[in-house]
Nanobody, 119 residues
């Protein structure tokens, strides 16, 4: 399975971005998926996940929305009202089970896409 994340860029505080994560290879359109982000010197942190339900970190709740298009094997992360603290490399991953917020629960990772939010 390969995951390709894209859609990052440089935006100003208050702007929106939509990230996409496309799965290819031996895929199932029903894989639970998650989004994480990481800044230099910090651990990768949970952002959002989607299975039969959706899950969000408190820091993004109400601003970010995770969704999927099974026909396209693609998961999206719509990010609104972006803040400078949202800056980081965003990774998508397949959730293999366990806690949705733990990186150890995910077994395939995309390469990441950089989001930079200027103040």
């Amino acid at each position: 399975v390969q995951l390709q994340a894209y859609g990052g860029g440089l935006v100003q505080a208050g702007d929106s971005l939509r990230l996409s994560c496309e799965a290819s290879g031996r895929t199932s359109s029903n894989y639970p998926m998650g989004w994480f982000r990481q800044t230099p010197g910090s651990e990768r942190e949970f952002v959002a996940a989607i299975s039969w339900n959706t899950y969000y970190a408190d820091s993004v709740k109400g601003r970010f929305t995770v969704s999927r298009d099974n026909a396209k094997n693609t998961v999206y992360l719509q990010m609104n009202s972006l803040k400078p603290e949202d800056t980081g490399v965003y990774y998508c991953a397949i959730w293999a089970g366990g806690s949705h917020a733990s990186t150890t629960s995910y077994n395939y990772w995309g390469q990441g896409t950089l989001v930079t939010v200027s103040s």
